[in-house]
């Protein structure tokens, strides 16, 4: 396993992080008890992952509580990052619809508090706004209220975690400008570079760490996801279209020869274009099974891809159709 400083945090990340919704969430078609789910954990750690991704609202706090107890005594070990934002103390979860979202001061004390407790922790190493919103990232108290957590030790960097869905890149470009913010993490694929590419160039320029999830492009890219492939309306992924499906396979035959010729499966691929990127810190793929882990942490081995492949690849993909982003109204 490999490893790279967290934009301008100076705190090392492992190249290939544990993103834990999996283990709060049955959102990827598989519930994950909660001994397997400790499994997961310490397999992952035993494979050199350091970088752990939570978030209060997976599983009502059932992430955190889960990291909490498998690395209780390790903290200096561990890289311990989760997200607040969403209300889930006053309102429950219905589906895969957004909660009402707080910011404020004091609802940043008390959600922080909450997830240190779980986290069985005095402070976390990377504090995320989660989905936030451009009207939040233009909100100065927000960030006041951070840096002031900083101050205190309570968390020694945040993050800006755009989403949900793909785009918003109005709200991460001005949170890496204008705020003193470590790290953006958004969805950025070989499939889906856009806004990824624009958001790249930024954090290389500000020193900020990119984190990425999505990076299998929903399953199309560990070949988990086919043409006929049917997806319950209970899964995440269920906002995949068939015809996407069908494009995307499409868009993987084109990027075969360049996979081929550096002896990559389509997945090693993915992966190490992403990892080409100096900008990126830690890639989240979706993890369900040791297996994964297993495969994913072999290729954080430091061999990526040549400048020639790397802009080939970025090439083709400004050659495909554009799709939508997401945005605030105000930048839309």
């Known amino acids: 396993m490999k490893y790279r400083t967290l934009g301008k945090s100076g705190i090392k990340v492992s190249e290939i992080g544990f993103g ?3 283990l709060g969430l049955d959102w990827w078609g598989k519930k994950i008890e909660d001994d397997e789910a400790k499994r997961l954990l310490k397999k992952a750690y035993d494979a050199g992952i350091n970088y752990f991704e939570s978030g209060d609202i997976y ?51 008390f959600a922080l508090q909450k997830s240190l407790e779980r986290l069985q922790t005095d402070y976390v190493d990377v504090y995320g706004l989660h989905n936030p919103k451009i009207n939040v990232i233009r ?13 205190e030790g309570k968390i020694k960097s945040y993050q800006v975690a755009l989403g949900p869905a793909i785009g918003w890149a109005q ?22 570079q856009n806004p990824g590419n624009k958001l790249i160039e930024r954090a ?14 929903s399953g199309i890219l560990t070949g988990k996801v086919y043409a006929h492939t049917k997806i319950s309306e209970k899964d995440h992924r269920s906002v995949r279209t068939g015809d996407w499906i069908k494009e995307s396979l499409k868009k993987v035959d084109q990027l075969m020869p360049i996979a081929k010729r550096n002896g990559l ?13 100096n900008a990126v810190s830690s890639v989240l793929p979706t993890i369900v099974g040791e297996e994964e882990i297993m495969m994913f942490a072999q290729m954080a081995d430091g061999k990526y891809l040549n400048s020639s492949d790397v802009n080939e690849i970025i090439t083709l993909f400004s050659q495909w159709p554009a799709y939508e982003l997401k945005a605030s109204a105000q930048t839309a």
């Open 204 to 217: 290389q320029k500000h020193n900020v760490g990119i984190l990425v999830r999505v990076p299998d492009a």
């Open 20 to 22: 834990a919704w999996t």
């Open 171 to 192: 709200e991460g470009i001005e949170a890496m400008e204008k705020r003193n913010t470590t790290a953006v993490q958004t969805v950025y694929n070989i499939l889906e």
């Open 139 to 151: 909100d100065t108290a927000v960030f006041e209220t951070l840096d002031k957590k900083i101050k």
């Open 59 to 109: 599983g009502r706090g059932k992430s955190e509580r889960l990291i909490g107890e498998v690395f209780s005594g390790m903290r200096n070990d561990v890289v311990l990052s989760t997200k607040y934002g969403y209300d889930i103390y006053s309102n429950e979860q219905v589906g895969h619809k957004e909660l009402p979202q707080k910011f404020t001061p004091e609802f940043t004390d």
């Open 265 to 277: 499966n389509i997945t090693e691929l993915a992966i190490k274009f992403i990892l080409s990127h």
